[in-house]
């Protein structure tokens, strides 16, 4: 059971690509009786995999999240173990707006998602001060704006009650947070620890504008 659990964790992209590729054989027998929306999802869905892929190398902004805002050193821990979360919650989130197309929320979800990617790579930017992009940031950028058009397109074809947005937000922010409640329990370092990391680099990255 023990290797089984190993296997998951290492192996967490590869499986998650699977699920996606078994999607993607799906709509492609189903393509005429599929949603707008579904249609939409496996566009954003796709270039969300690719996304993951692309943050896999070297600088990444995973690694400057863990190892400077959370100093902590990667070869303490298990490989696989900070990407499992990540894998999970982009599985659970569009496989459940790919089964559920007329719950307009789930999709409005999935499209926050996106376009904060996005929003957050180009903070990442900003808040390590780095004279490049981190990888990632690329797909990142195309994901967002195929997010957007997909938001146009949707305006423009369907008509919804503008709440949906609402409860889309809630999930995105509720499924968020579970992601990062499971990713935090599964590092190597006390909370606490992690807490006074994270106080010390905001404090030297922007304390000093106060008292200058």
């Not at 707008?36 to 896999?56: C, D, F, N, S």
């Not at 900003?126 to 957007?148: C, D, E, H, K, N």
């Amino acid at each position: 059971m023990k290797k089984f659990g190993l296997f998951l964790l290492k192996n967490n992209i590869h499986l998650m690509t699977l699920v996606f590729l078994g999607w993607a054989v799906w709509a492609a027998f189903n393509w005429s009786g599929l949603a707008l929306v579904q249609k939409l999802t496996l566009g954003m869905y796709a270039l969300l995999i690719i996304h993951e892929y692309e943050e896999g190398y070297k600088g990444r902004f995973l690694d400057l999240m863990a190892g400077r805002l959370l100093q902590i050193d990667w070869r303490t821990l298990i490989p696989g173990v900070t990407h499992i979360a990540q894998a999970l919650y982009i599985t659970l989130a569009f496989s459940a707006a790919l089964i559920w197309p007329e719950k307009l929320w789930l999709t409005f979800a999935v499209i926050i998602l996106c376009i904060f990617e996005g929003f957050v790579h180009n903070w990442g930017i900003v808040m390590f001060q780095l004279r490049s992009v981190t990888p990632g940031w690329w797909t990142a950028m195309l994901m967002s704006a195929y997010a957007i058009w997909s938001i146009i397109v949707i305006n423009s074809n369907i008509e919804y009650d503008r709440i949906q947005w609402l409860w889309g937000v809630l999930c995105f922010l509720g499924c968020f947070l579970c992601m990062e409640i499971l990713f935090q329990s599964m590092l190597d370092k006390p909370t606490a620890e992690r807490i006074a990391s994270v106080k010390r680099f905001m404090k030297e990255r922007f304390g000093k504008t106060g008292s200058e």
